[in-house]
C-alpha cells in the first residue's frame, strides 16, 4: 500500500509530506529501495521531533538526516517547492508508474514492462486485461475500494465475525488481529489476521495439517459471505477480499505453528520501520530476530537454536530492549 506521511498532528507534515512523495519516487520509479527507507526514516524522526523545523541545519541534527535532505529542506522553506518533486510532476514515467502501481499487485517492475507497452494508466488497463495475472485483476475490479481506508469499528465488527465464526468451527483457534490495528491506527489499510491451533507446531511432521487448518477458515468464512475473493491461498497464507459494508476489503490470513505465535504477533504487528529498528537492536546483542524465531548468534555469526519464547515481552527482555506496548511500535 502506499506509505502516507506519519502522524496527522504534526507541526513538521508539510517537510513529511515532500520526503515521502521522494521516498515514494524512489520505490516506484528508481526501484532504489534503499533510497526509500532513507526517505522514510527521515520522515519519521522529523515527525517525532515535535518542535517546528526552522532550517536544513536544524534538521540535520536528527538521526536520518544528512546533509541533502537538510538542503531540501531549505530550499522548501525557502521556496515554498522542490524542483525534483516538480520535475517529477511532468516525467511520463513517473507519471504512468504512479497511476499503475494503484492497482494491488503491480508493483514498479510490473508497472514500467505495461508503459513500455504504450500503457500508461489504470484507465488504460481496462483494454489490456490480458496482460494482468488473477491478482492484478482482483486489484483493478477493487481498485477504488482498496484506496479507501478501513475505519476501527469496522475492522471491531469483522474481528468480532472472524472470531464467532472460527470459535464455532473449532474453538482451540487462537485468532491475533495484527497490523495497525494492533497498534491502535484509527483507520487501516487493511486487515491482518494471524491464527494458530496447538495441534500445528515447528516440530510437526503430519502432512497437510497447516493447509487443513487454514482451508477450514477459508472456507467457513466464505460460507458466511465475509470473504468475497481469493488472490492466492497456500498452505499457511491466504490473500484475500472480505466485506461488511459497501466497501471491499483487502483481507490477509496466516497460520503459524504454536510455538512460534509471539515472534509472528510481533512481526506481523510491525510497524515494519520498528521491526527493522527492533532486528537492528537485535543483531547489537547477539541475536537474530525474524518472524518464526529468536536465536542467538554464536561468535561464528552462525545462528543457534531458537530460544523460547511464551509471550512478545519474552523477546524484548532477551535482547535488552525496552519493552514497547503495540501501540508504541510506531
Ligand atoms: N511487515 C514488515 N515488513 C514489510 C511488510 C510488512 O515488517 N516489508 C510487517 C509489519 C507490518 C505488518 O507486516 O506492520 C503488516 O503489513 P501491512 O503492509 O499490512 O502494514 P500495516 O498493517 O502496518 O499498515 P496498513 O494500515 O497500511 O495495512
Ligand atoms: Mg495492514
Ligand atoms: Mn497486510
Known amino acids: 500500500s502506499k506509505r502516507k506521511a ?12 515532500f520526503l515521502i512523495e521522494l521516498a515514494n519516487y524512489e520505490k516506484n520509479v528508481n526501484r532504489n529501495i534503499h533510497k ?9 524522526t522529523i515527525a517525532a521531533y515535535g518542535k517546528r523545523i526552522t532550517s536544513g541545519e536544524e534538521a540535520r541534527k536528527l538521526e ?18 522542490l524542483r525534483k518533486l516538480e520535475n517529477i510532476k511532468h516525467d511520463d514515467t513517473a507519471i504512468a508508474v504512479e497511476s499503475l502501481t494503484r492497482v494491488t499487485g503491480i508493483g514498479p517492475a510490473k508497472a514500467q514492462e505495461l508503459f513500455k507497452l504504450g500503457i500508461k494508466s489504470t484507465k488504460d488497463l481496462h483494454n489490456h486485461k490480458d496482460k ?32 464467532s465464526n472460527i470459535n464455532a468451527l473449532d474453538p482451540e483457534y487462537l485468532i491475533t488481529i495484527c497490523g495497525s490495528y494492533r497498534r491502535g491506527k484509527a483507520e487501516s489499510g487493511d486487515i491482518d489476521v494471524l491464527i494458530t491451533h496447538p495441534n500445528f507446531t515447528s516440530s510437526c511432521s503430519e502432512k ?16 458466511v459471505s465475509l470473504i468475497t475473493d481469493t488472490i492466492s491461498l497456500g498452505d499457511v497464507k491466504f490473500m484475500g477480499v472480505c466485506k461488511i459494508s459497501e466497501i ?8 503459524t505453528p504454536h510455538d512460534q505465535y509471539n515472534c509472528a504477533t510481533l512481526y506481523f504487528t510491525g510497524s515494519d520501520m520498528f521491526n527493522k529498528e527492533m532486528r537492528a537492536h537485535a543483531i547489537q546483542e547477539g541475536f537474530t530476530l525474524n518472524e518464526y524465531c529468536l536465536r542467538p ?18 523477546v524484548f527482555d532477551y535482547i535488552n530492549f525496552p519493552y514497547k506496548d503495540p501501540c508504541q511500535r510506531n
Open 132 to 163: 494482468l495475472n488473477h491478482h492484478q485483476l482482483i486489484g483493478l475490479k477493487y481498485l477504488e475500494d482498496f484506496e479507501k481506508k478501513i475505519p476501527r469499528a469496522e475492522i471491531e465488527l469483522i474481528e468480532d465475525k472472524i472470531r
Open 6 to 17: 506519519p502522524a496527522e498532528d504534526n507541526i513538521n507534515h508539510d517537510f513529511c509530506d
Open 248 to 255: 471491499a476489503r483487502r483481507l490477509d490470513i496466516r497460520l
Open 208 to 223: 497437510g495439517l497447516a493447509s487443513n487448518l487454514l482451508k477450514k477458515v477459508v472456507n467457513k468464512l466464505e460460507n
Open 36 to 44: 526509500h527507507n532513507a526517505y522514510r526514516k527521515a520522515a519519521n
Open 64 to 81: 536520518g538526516v544528512g546533509k541533502k535532505i537538510a538542503e531540501k529542506i531549505d530550499e522548501f522553506i525557502h521556496t515554498g517547492k
Open 297 to 314: 548468534l554464536g561468535s561464528t555469526g552462525i545462528p543457534g537454536e531458537p530460544l523460547p519464547v511464551s509471550s512478545e515481552r519474552d
